[in-house]
């Protein structure tokens, strides 16, 4: 199971919009309810920020958003801040009930 | 407020085996999948593999297929991953997961992560 595509980078300034893709395949981005997105700092606990393509956790800001449209998922954050610069991570289940991550992509708040 | 706590760093040496504990508190253990996943210095997540708490049951991914083991000892909440042959590339955090009730679901609790050193 090959890992799924994201861009190395992202970037964007205070107030911004940024989208984050995650691109795989049939066998899982395309056929799974089950994509979640993850928040890391530098040498921190990786956080659920997005789970089932769309859902927020309790606790988690609003500003953030997930989307699916065939073999790509999506995260959005919007109105970005400073504390929004992280590696962001998103993950699906595949068609063999395991689990499949992106290779990460790292946010810079200009 | 749900917990998961591992075991302490470890140092091995090449061809050596670790096993990474992971104590679960503050929700019903046998409900909810239990994955493991690393991540190399610099590198992105990898998943390991998920242990359903409640039959033992276990999927691994291929590349850790023959070297890893995922178990539980299930009165004292507790998940543990065994993995042998140790290789320097294998030098990583290992950090213990709760999914959901069902084993595609994401993670939304993390263990604090163990290290594991590789090296003669």
């Known amino acids: 199971q090959s890992a799924l595509s994201q861009p190395a980078s992202v970037s964007g300034s205070p107030g911004q919009s940024i989208t984050i893709s995650c691109t795989g395949t049939?066998?899982?981005?395309?056929?799974?309810?089950?994509v979640s997105w993850y928040q890391q700092h530098p040498g921190k606990v990786p956080k659920l920020m997005i789970y089932d393509v769309t859902n927020r956790p309790s606790g988690v800001s609003n500003r953030f958003s997930g989307s699916k449209s065939g073999n790509t998922a999506s995260l959005t954050i919007s109105g970005l801040q400073a504390e929004d610069e992280a590696d962001y991570y998103c993950s699906s289940s595949t068609s063999t009930i395991q689990v499949v991550f992106g290779g990460g992509t790292k946010v810079t708040v200009l | 407020q749900v917990q998961l706590v591992q075991s302490g760093a470890e140092v091995k040496k090449p061809g050596a085996s670790v096993k990474v504990s992971c104590e679960a508190s503050?929700?019903?253990?046998?409900?909810?999948?239990i994955h493991w996943v690393r991540q190399a210095p610099g590198q992105g997540l990898e998943w390991m593999g998920w242990m359903n708490p409640m039959n033992g049951a276990t999927n691994y991914a291929q590349k850790f297929q023959g070297r890893v083991t995922m178990t539980r000892d299930t009165p004292i909440t507790t998940a543990y991953m065994d993995l042998n042959r140790l290789r320097s590339d294998d030098t990583a955090v290992y950090f213990c997961?709760?999914?959901?009730?069902?084993?595609?679901?994401?993670?939304?609790?993390w263990g604090q992560g163990t290290l594991v050193t590789v090296s003669s």
């Open positions: 049939r066998s899982d981005v395309g056929v799974s309810k089950y």
């Open positions: 503050g929700y019903g253990f046998t409900g909810y999948y």
């Open positions: 997961a709760r999914g959901g009730d069902i084993a595609a679901a994401g993670q939304g609790y």
